[in-house]
Structure formats: C-alpha cells, structure tokens
C-alpha cells in the first residue's frame, strides 16, 4: 500500500491548511509492521538455533522451512510458529503422548525480552523511553573516550 496523499486542503482568508493525518497514521502503522518483522526474524534464529541442538537436526534443513512468522497486515500483529504438526516442532513444543514438552520457542522469548524491547524501541520511540527508565539501555556505552582509553 503507497503512502497517501494528504487529502484535506482547506483555505480561508488566504491561509491554506493541510491535513497529514493520513500520512502520520500510515508511517506509524509502517514502523509498527517494520518493529515487529525485525522481532520475529530475531525470533526465528534464536529459536531455529536451539531447534539444532536436539538429536538428528544439526544439518538439516527442515528447520528453516518449518519455523516461520508472519506479520499481519489488518490485525497489526505477530504470529511465529512452526508450519507441520513435527516432532520437533508444534507437538514438541506442548508435549505430546510420546513426546516431552521442550516449551522451546516460548522460552527463548522470555529470556530474550530485554533484546527485543531494544530492537523495537529502534522504531519506537516510547519503547526506547521506557527502555531508558527501566535501564535496559546504558547511554554510557553509545559515548565514545576521548583519551582512547
């Protein structure tokens, strides 16, 4: 979808107002979109990383075609999962009869949330200044030593 025109023109006494609104709603919807692709591919190789770790699955490529994400458009969300009913995928992440519960891509988002805040506050600004109170971001470490210390 192409960026709108800023469709309301008014003019009165000379003076001419224009509308951005449409314009400043799509770029937050874009950046939102933008902030959560980035998340999930973050996402997807942290957990396809753990996934080749379990037996039989170090060189294969099966990995990569099953664990997937999508970003919807409308719902303006994130959805990562695995496509197949596998072993190692779905019915190895909740457990099944013959199968224990390996909670694999569950788990690596939970330990990496501090990760994705900072990959998201990259887009957003009031994730960034939440990340900044909370004091996930040290802004000692963007400030270069003049002594080259």
């Known amino acids: 979808m192409p960026m709108p025109k800023s469709v309301t023109r008014v003019t009165k006494d000379g003076v001419t107002f ?20 980035d998340t ?8 396809i990383q753990e996934l080749k770790k379990l037996p039989g ?24 999962g695995y496509k197949h009913d596998t072993w190692y ?8 009869k013959r199968q224990p519960k390996r909670n694999i891509l569950r788990q690596k988002v939970f330990d990496n949330i501090d990760q994705i805040r900072i990959i998201q506050g990259q887009y957003l600004s ?10 996930i971001i040290d802004e000692r470490e963007f400030v270069g030593d003049e002594q080259g210390d």
């Open 18 to 37: 224009v509308s951005n609104v449409d314009r400043a709603q799509y770029t937050l919807r874009e950046l939102q979109r933008a902030a959560l692709r």
């Open 40 to 47: 999930a591919k973050f996402v997807r190789k942290i957990t």
């Open 57 to 80: 699955m170090r060189r294969s490529r099966r990995l990569y075609n099953s664990t997937q994400y999508w970003v919807r458009r409308i719902e303006s969300d994130l959805v990562i």
């Open 89 to 96: 995928g779905a019915l190895g992440e909740v457990g099944q």
């Open 126 to 135: 009031a994730i960034e200044k939440d990340n900044k109170a909370r004091g």
